[in-house]
């Protein structure tokens, strides 16, 4: 009778990199793979699986596999950017397709998404917090796609993943989600019932603010996967294997990473609840955010690095304090390990839904009383 190994926890399937050690020189770091083109067998076979350097990289499917390990998931796939994931999968679809959306979620893939009638297809944008919204939107036998984001970014919404899911199925439909947020290490809505699960792999998956990077990871390779596959392979969508090999590197710290600025992102959020200059905290760990039960039901092991506060005097005032910060970094993005601030209304321009007086923050890996200090400052500041 032998041993079963005990299944490891995402933690050192992420620290080990699956394992993945140097064949030749043993070395505990896996090289970056930069060939292009590999040779055929004497018969004109390619028994090595690789072909060519554009959907044959080893740096890359290794990459793959930690994301795939991570997500409990059949396969996953990189590509050269979050927008360039995100959108395979929209151009997978057969056309015409309809498809209902979150209305709170990445400004630029809405963007997209509204324009996306030139490929034939039509968008409904929803309050996907709102189970009978979803219903009401989807269409039987005609959507084929529901697309959400939870935590949706700015406003941190919530969406029952495992009901919308069900609606989706019944009708026919695929559920997809961003995770970018919540990264597998508090939410795997593979799990919750989503056929596939979508990162920005540029923010906490990487970590570090050095490379673009996106990624899929599905529940069943077959079907409407290989759509993606093909799609991804027909557009050059692919990533590069020295940015494959820093996402690579940088999942190795992704637990402590990302258990570290959740602890932040709630001390801030508690902290600015009673915040003078402040009128709203907008973050799910809060009991009072309308997603917190839902949230605390399928993030299991947190609430994000990501909040928002709504600043009181409005826009001129957010503007203000966050021109006045000191350790906070006004940058676009999110998920580093440097704290980022971030007027989005000004990013997003007409039609968003983010209201003007908001600063989205993304926390890092900065001590906590340092960021409050910074921004409690720059706050009484602008309000002076």
Partial sequence: MTDKPVPLKPRTLAVQALGADEPVTKGVVPPVHVATTFVRDPDNQYRSGYVYGRPDNATVRQAEAVIAALENAKGAMLFGSGMAAATSVILALEKPS?????????????????ASARFGHSVDFV???????????????????????T?????????DIAAVAEIAHKAGALCAVDSTVATPILKRPLTLGADIVMHSATKFLN????????????????????????????????????????LLRGMRTLDMRVRTQTETATQLAT????????????????????????????????????????????????????????????????????????????????????????LRLSAGLEDPDDLFNDLDRALRAANS
């Fill in 98 to 114: 309809h498809i209902v959306a979150s209305k709170v979620m990445y400004w630029a893939f809405r963007a997209w998404l509204v």
């Fill in 127 to 149: 309050d996907t917090s709102d189970l009978d919204a979803v219903r009401k939107a989807v269409k039987p036998n005609e959507t084929k796609l529901v697309w959400i984001e």
């Fill in 151 to 159: 935590p949706g970014n700015p406003l941190w919404t919530i969406t």
């Fill in 207 to 246: 970590g570090h603010s050095d490379v673009i990077a996106g990624a899929l990871a599905c529940a069943d390779t077959e079907g409407f996967w290989k759509n993606i596959v093909a799609v991804r392979s027909q557009h050059g969508a692919t990533i590069g294997p020295f940015e494959a090999w820093l």
């Fill in 271 to 358: 902290r600015f609840s009673h915040h003078p200059n402040v009128m709203g905290v907008l973050y799910p760990g809060l009991k009072n955010h309308p997603g917190h039960a839902v949230a605390a039901r399928q993030m299991t092991s947190g609430f994000g690095g990501m909040l928002s506060i709504l600043v009181k005097g409005g826009e001129r005032a957010a503007i203000d304090a966050a021109a006045r910060v000191d350790v906070w970094k006004r940058a676009t993005s999110l998920g580093g390990v440097e704290s980022l601030i971030e007027h989005r209304a000004s990013v997003e321009g007409p039609g968003s839904p983010c209201p003007p007086e908001l």
